[in-house]
């Protein structure tokens, strides 16, 4: 008599099973940002998945090798003997979850939460799990048909191989043709459309110094909502000067949409000739900002400045992309780039020929995108003989090169996370918490990065799939949990999803830069003076509302 096997769930399917409860539970563990309970049920639902895929890889692996396969009594004691402890490690990490949430709430200056639905989060963990799984098991089919077929023209191990390459071709094609694709021409369009639409407030501007009146070479309609915002909310004169007591300049801002012309070159050409039409080179200080994806310039930034420096500045930007920045950064990464570079190039190679006793201090500005793009667009070997004076940035990308350049040059007793480069008379680096000092004074080209240990756009790498990044082997700062564990694939889905809410933290923490910070980081980068203690706390005071309002005018 044949032997009778046992079922399907007990046999074949429990071992991935058991992996992908174990990736759930490690899913639960915390990270840089906390977790609503829908999304944290998206992730654990998801990483079941991944678990529960892996276990099925593994198994097919044993049996394409002709490897045993156990059963009876002796093989099913032993799968309830794992299934045990890891239905416990389960139950466990769902007791702790509430409690490290909680525990990142706190060094993240936010309420403890009394919101649990733990019921509620399995529910959608176990619907996120079995899409996942159908979805893998739609591959499979695909996968197997092709195969079946092929094993009539050419030998079993190649057929394997080809179909493999086939599915893989397809779903790529599909991905990228049926999906990417459609999404991007429709996210450019309703984004381009909203940033076109006119608020009755936001009238053209009448002052001749502002951009986007009749004497301007800038269209106001084509400026785009983050332009129009930008141009018109920032503080002028009189405000300033009601401020400081003294007398004050209209800042000078020049900010050129996406939408002015097709061609990026064009767009920073205008912006020159703008700026030369405000007289802009005049000023005490330039900045050359690079927006964020949309098209944003953080007032909590500029605002403060144009305080500190009693509005004796010009700040010019060119918009390169609609789309909200995790968009711009899959879709128009490299147009990001180009537009900076070619930005930065016009107006240095411009402002380089101006007597130097005469010209405007020079600086270069970016938050989160914009910072990767501004720090592509400076070419250290162009401005070596004509170096600028500075250049702030803010929240670079994980993937910023020269960031990485300059980390990799760390002092080796300084932590990852607010490294210490050299004496400190070039680079110093900024968070909440401190930093700024150095064992030299400051050079003649003063650069600024501020960044939060709590930002998982700064801090994200690509190689946490399989291990441990740099800053989770060291001790954490303060706004980071101290229990942050690493667990292979996992951890770099929960850095992942930190990055998608990066913005959901208060100001001054995860993605979210406070005034007050931007203030002392531009009071290094530009050495300003007559400003005493008290009067920077004022101003702290003064800007530092909601985050993204700038000061109160």
Known sequence: MEPRHPPAFIGLALMPLLLGLLFFAASLTPSLIPRSWLLQGALGGLMMGVGFMIGQFFRALWGAMGLPRFYGPVARGVQIALALPVAGL????????????????????????????????????L???????????????????????????????????????LVVVLLLFVVNRGIVDPAYRAMDTVYAAAQNLIEPEAEAPTDPWRVGTVESGIDWQRMGKPGR??????????AIAAFTGRPALNPLRVYVGRAQHPDPVRRAEIALEELLRLDA?????????????????????????????????????????????????????QSGLDQAEVTVRIVYDYWKTLPEESRPRLYIHGLSLGAWSSMHAVNIFRILNDPIDGAL????????????????????????VLPRIDDGNLVRYQSQFGGLDGDAPWGDMRIVFLQYASDPIVFFEAEAALRAPVWMREAPAPDVYPDLGFTPFVTQFQLALDMMVALSAPPGFGHNYAAEHYIDAWVAVTGVEGWSDADIARLKAHCGGEAGQGCRN
């Open 127 to 165: 619907a996120v799990f079995a899409l996942t799984v159908l979805i893998g098991f739609a591959v499979q089919w695909i996968f197997d048909r092709l195969r079946r077929r092929l094993y009539r023209v050419i030998p079993e191990r190649t057929a394997n191989v080809v179909a493999t390459v």
């Open 229 to 238: 915002d930008f141009v018109r909310l920032g503080p002028d004169a009189g």
């Open 281 to 333: 080179f005049a000023r005490e200080v330039l900045v050359i900002a690079s927006p964020t994806g949309t098209g944003w310039l953080d007032p909590g930034s500029h605002d403060p400045l144009e305080y500190l420096l009693d509005g004796d500045v010009a700040t010019v930007a060119v918009q390169y992309s609609n789309l909200q920045s995790p968009f711009a950064l899959i879709f128009e990464t």
């Open 90 to 125: 389960v139950v466990a990490a769902l007791w702790r979850n509430r409690g490290s949430q909680n525990g990142i709430r706190e060094r993240l200056n936010m309420p403890p939460t009394e919101e649990v639905h733990t019921l509620a989060m399995i529910g959608v963990a």
């Open 393 to 416: 940035w803010a929240g670079p990308p994980f993937p910023s090169t020269l960031w990485q350049q300059v980390n990799a040059n760390r002092n080796p007793d300084s932590p990852y």
